[in-house]
């Protein structure tokens, strides 16, 4: 079975662009989950989707932004880029709630400059 | 929340088991105890998860006391593959949030 997929695998923006980061969830999971990881840190929660809906958000400014699709599937759009964004950000998904087992796909390496 | 506290590092030898202990005081009722892998730029790894006394997968085991204050990660006969860092996470299902981790290495 597929793991969770995100794309692009690498992305480098500059401050002031936008930009929109992709996840597919292993099939049959209706919870979506976005982190943001910067070097030598453990995740941050971001933002939570259970069955196209917001069910959490973390400590994360308003420039930070995503949705859920009908098919599961989720993005994660960041406004007004920062230097401060450059991390790895990770999608995981969840068949439960995002307290459950939750499976991490690859992340997408944002380098802003 | 329940804050954790884990080592920052340990070191381990091939074949030995090793332990990891995660302090959560402030545990509340409803919240899991769950662990996870992360090898350099990759994503974590669901290790295992529980909420009292004993749980064991292929994998690991994951002790917890009757206070549930603290659990004990236990690797079995760890490789050199099994250097990475090691992340406890305590909360309910609406919130569970990763510490800095415990970085584990393994020595020939």
């Known amino acids: 079975d597929a793991g969770v997929t995100q794309s692009p695998t690498h992305l480098i923006k500059t401050r002031g662009q936008q930009v929109t980061l992709r996840c597919s969830p292993i099939?049959?999971?209706?919870?979506v989950s976005w982190y943001q990881q910067v070097l030598g840190q453990g995740p941050q929660f971001i933002f939570q989707?259970?069955?196209?809906?917001?069910?959490g958000r973390g400590n994360f400014p308003d420039r930070f932004s995503a949705r859920q699709f009908p098919n599961y599937s989720s993005e994660l759009n960041v406004n007004a880029l920062l230097l401060g964004d450059s991390a790895l950000y990770l999608c995981?998904?969840?068949?439960?709630?995002?307290?459950?087992?939750?499976?991490f796909g690859p992340g997408t390496r944002l380098t802003v400059t | 929340l329940a804050k954790t506290t884990q080592p920052i590092s340990m070191d381990s030898y091939e074949g030995q088991e090793v332990n990891i202990t995660c302090s959560h005081n402030n545990i509340a009722t409803n919240d899991y105890i769950t662990w996870y892998q992360q090898f350099p730029s990759q994503g974590p790894r669901f290790i295992i998860q529980g909420y009292k006394t004993k749980v064991t997968n292929e994998v690991a085991s994951l002790f917890i006391p009757a206070d549930r204050k603290s659990s004990t990660l236990s690797l079995p006969r760890v490789s050199l593959s099994d250097t990475a860092v090691y992340y406890c996470?305590?909360?309910?299902?609406?919130?569970?949030?990763f510490g800095a981790g415990t970085r584990l290495t393994v020595k020939p």
């Open positions: 099939s049959g999971h209706k919870s």
């Open positions: 996470l305590v909360g309910d299902e609406d919130d569970m949030r």
């Open positions: 995981a998904s969840s068949f439960w709630d995002r307290g459950r087992e939750q499976y």
């Open positions: 989707y259970y069955e196209k809906e917001e069910r």
